[in-house]
T-cell receptor, first 114, second 113 residues
Framework: GENVEQHPSTLSVQEGDSAVIKCTYSDSASNYFPWYKQELGKRPQLIID?????GEKKDQRIAVTLNKTAKHFSLHITETQPEDSAVYFC?????????????FGTGTKLQVIP | NAGVTQNPKFQVLKTGQSMTLQCAQD?????MYWYRQDPGMGLRLIYYSASEGTTDKGEVPNGYNVSRLNKREFSLRLESAAPSQTSVYFCASSEPGASTEAFFGQGTRLTVV
């Protein structure tokens, strides 16, 4: 089955600096890579996603890159703000057997220091 | 739209007790999922229902059963709770097909003592 590794597990940055979270996956059939943000005590919510036919996607201060050959993808947050503090999960997904088979990484706890 | 709604939000059980976690979605999604979240382990799939009338095991199904009551509702049952089942449980739903977002409920924090 799919295996998704996520690093680092914790990350502290000064406000205004950039943060990068990296993930690798094992199943070459995975073709959809969402990133979820989970604030303390809240539900995970999608912040950005990328499909396998795209190498990079940006949405304001966040961007995701995908290297299909190397099977890794990364989340980049620029000009970090205290409200970016949360746990971030990457995931690798493919459609199989009538459902979206999603495997999550183990999460990165991001702390933005004011 | 309420999205995905779970009940209860918190629960404390004694070892051996049973309970059912309720989940309902109003987005007309065909697929529904139950995950558990433990520190340092991310979200692990317990059971899923690709469509109404079907259910299948995920990564960690032992000790759980599910029922897809109708298109809206997908329940998770613990027949005999164990301390190892202490976790936060999330229900999610999505449309089947490639590249679709999963929408999560607010979670149920379960403690088994």
């Amino acid at each position: 089955g799919e295996n998704v590794e996520q690093h680092p597990s914790t990350l502290s940055v000064q406000e205004g600096d950039s943060a990068v979270i990296k993930c690798t996956y094992s199943d070459s059939a995975s073709n959809y890579f969402p990133w979820y943000k989970q604030e303390l005590g809240k539900r995970p919510q999608l912040i950005i996603d990328i499909r396998s036919n795209v190498g990079e996607k940006k949405d304001q201060r966040i961007a995701v890159t995908l290297n299909k050959t190397a099977k890794h993808f990364s989340l980049h947050i620029t000009e970090t703000q205290p409200e970016d503090s949360a746990v971030y999960f990457c995931a690798a997904s493919r459609y199989s057997g009538g459902y979206q088979k999603v495997t999550f990484g183990t999460g990165t706890k991001l702390q933005v220091i004011p | 739209n309420a999205g995905v709604t779970q009940n209860p939000k918190f629960q404390v059980l004694k070892t051996g007790q049973s309970m059912t976690l309720q989940c309902a979605q109003d987005m007309n999604h065909n697929s529904m999922y139950w995950y558990r979240q433990d520190p340092g382990m991310g979200l692990r799939l317990i059971y899923y229902s690709a469509s109404e009338g079907t259910t299948d095991k995920g990564e960690v199904p032992n000790g759980y059963n599910v029922s897809r009551l109708n298109k809206r509702e997908f329940s998770l049952r613990l027949e005999s709770a164990a301390p190892s089942q202490t976790s936060v449980y999330f229900c999610a739903s999505s449309e089947p097909g490639a590249s679709t977002e999963a929408f999560f409920g607010q979670g149920t924090r379960l403690t088994v003592v």
